[in-house]
Nanobody
């Protein structure tokens, strides 16, 4: 069982930055890929960034491309989401997820380990 714990959310003004962290632990951490999802009130959860654990291949949704960057530190079993130029529409609960399903880009439904989520609120 993989445990994922997010941190780094909070309240920030539009144009500001936040860095989310997701620490993974468990019997043996062996994810194929890690992803960051978000869910805004009244909206469906969406995958916004993903990274393969070994090779470091990345994916960023168009709406965050150029503003958000996913990265990972394998030595620390941690994945990050650097969020710059934040907008009010980025307000959501952000979730970290992991998958062992070997496919790239990994379909959203294949992510099966989840963190508890961290709130990001961007004020205008």
């Amino acid at each position: 069982q993989v445990q994922l714990v997010e941190s780094g959310g909070g309240l920030v003004q539009a144009g500001g930055s936040l860095r989310l962290s997701c620490a993974a632990s468990g019997r043996t951490f062996s994810a194929y890929a890690m992803g960051w999802f978000r869910q805004a009130p009244g909206k469906e959860r969406e995958l916004i960034a993903a990274i393969t654990w070994l090779g470091g291949l990345t994916y960023h949704k168009d709406s965050v491309k150029g503003r958000f960057t996913i990265s990972r530190d394998r030595a620390k079993n941690t994945v990050y989401l650097q969020m710059n130029s934040l907008k009010p529409e980025d307000t959501a609960v952000y979730y970290c997820a992991a998958t062992q399903y070997v496919s790239w880009p990994t379909p959203e439904r294949r992510y099966d380990s989840w963190g508890q989520g961290t709130q990001v609120t961007v004020s205008s």
